[in-house]
């Protein structure tokens, strides 16, 4: 689950709880239904902020700080056709 999905179940859990007048439809408390999308909704949030988030993989590459900038490697070099003639 995402913070996405999360955010969608608690928007859905708060309509079902909070904007729907009906408590109870032929044997479905829809107020409690809300109620659990709700609390599935938060413990998703927390889960991907506070456990997943750390372990994501950063999006650039980072460097230690003692190496010098014109050390670093260069990136991989594109091989063409008249490489593959040699």
Do not use: K, N, Q
């Not at 969608?8 to 999308?37: E, K, N, P, Q, S």
């Not at 372990?55 to 590459?61: D, E, H, I, L, Q």
């Amino acid at each position: 689950m995402r913070i996405g999905a999360g955010l969608a179940l608690i928007a859905i859990g708060a309509i079902l709880r909070f904007a729907i007048a009906t408590a109870t439809t032929h044997g479905i408390a829809v107020h409690t239904i809300g109620d659990i999308l709700m609390l599935v909704g938060v413990l998703g949030v927390v889960l991907v902020v506070a456990v997943w988030a750390p372990w994501a993989r950063s999006r650039r590459p980072v460097y230690p700080a003692e190496v010098p900038p014109d050390e670093v490697p260069p990136p991989r070099a594109y091989r063409y056709e008249d490489d593959y003639r040699r």
